[in-house]
């Protein structure tokens, strides 16, 4: 039976591909898109929200697997997450360059209205230039958001495996003083051992020695009070 733990990683893998999957089908809108401006701009706040949303969901798996007590669910986890991180970059790149594809494509359909539409068609223009200079810049602040998120990980990844150098350290330090003390208890048990044979030792011969003096005191009584026998 799968753990609340793996159930919550594999709902929130769903809902990331489920939220590359809606990116993607808007950044091919974007590529398909040949105007009015407001209809890419509307397409590009949608990309935006999904784009947040994956983000987010992406840190939570990343917590998920700072939160596994196996080393090896943590690793596949983190694994897992670096790749629907790169997923999402690329999504980012594939989105700017979409972008750039309907610009063009908004720019040329302008030219062929100047061309027929006199002042009116070049006042539209302007405006237009005006929204994708717009447009642009928000993905440049996207983009640059995402670089200060991935250096943020970076950093936290660095944290955490100067944490686990330091803990292994600390780990071996205390086994070679487990093995000091193991070493010291068995010379304490050796000597424990001899000094009790020893003194098994000393009880017997003071017995003989005992019982050789009062052999002695007896023969020694028996020729004197008894020379007859």
């Known amino acids: 039976m799968a753990s609340s733990s793996d ?3 594999r709902i929130c893998g769903q809902e990331i591909i489920k939220y590359d999957l809606e990116i ?4 091919q809108d974007i590529r398909e898109c040949s105007g009015p401006q407001t209809v890419l ?18 840190q939570d798996m990343e917590q998920m697997a700072k939160e596994q007590d196996k ?10 997450t670096e790749a629907h ?6 999504n980012q790149t594939a989105w700017r360059k979409a972008n750039l594809a309907c610009k063009l494509a908004i720019d040329n ?12 068609s070049v006042r539209q223009r302007k405006v237009t230039k005006e929204n994708l200079v717009q447009t642009s810049s928000e993905i440049t602040e ?6 200060r998120m991935m250096a943020q990980q970076v950093k936290q990844s660095e944290e955490t495996i100067g944490t686990l150098a330091t803990s292994s350290r600390t780990v071996l330090e205390t086994n070679e003083e487990f093995k000091a003390m193991t070493s010291t208890v068995h010379l304490g048990r050796k000597l424990i051992l001899k000094y009790n044979r020893r003194e098994l030792t000393d009880k017997l011969l003071i017995f003989l020695a005992l019982a050789l003096f009062f052999a002695t005191v ?10 007859f026998i």
Do not use: C, W
């Open 41 to 58: 701009m509307e397409l590009n706040a949608a990309v935006k929200e999904k784009f947040s949303r994956l983000r987010q969901r992406i």
């Open 24 to 27: 993607k089908a808007v950044i």
């Open 142 to 147: 996207s983009l640059m958001s995402i670089s």
């Open 71 to 80: 080393e090896s669910d943590k690793n596949d986890i983190l694994t897992e």
């Open 109 to 120: 359909r302008e030219k062929d209205e100047l061309l027929h539409g006199g002042d009116s």
């Open 85 to 90: 991180r790169k997923q999402m970059l690329s």
């Open 218 to 227: 007896l023969y020694i009584l028996k020729k004197r009070l008894f020379p």
């Open 7 to 9: 159930v919550h990683v």
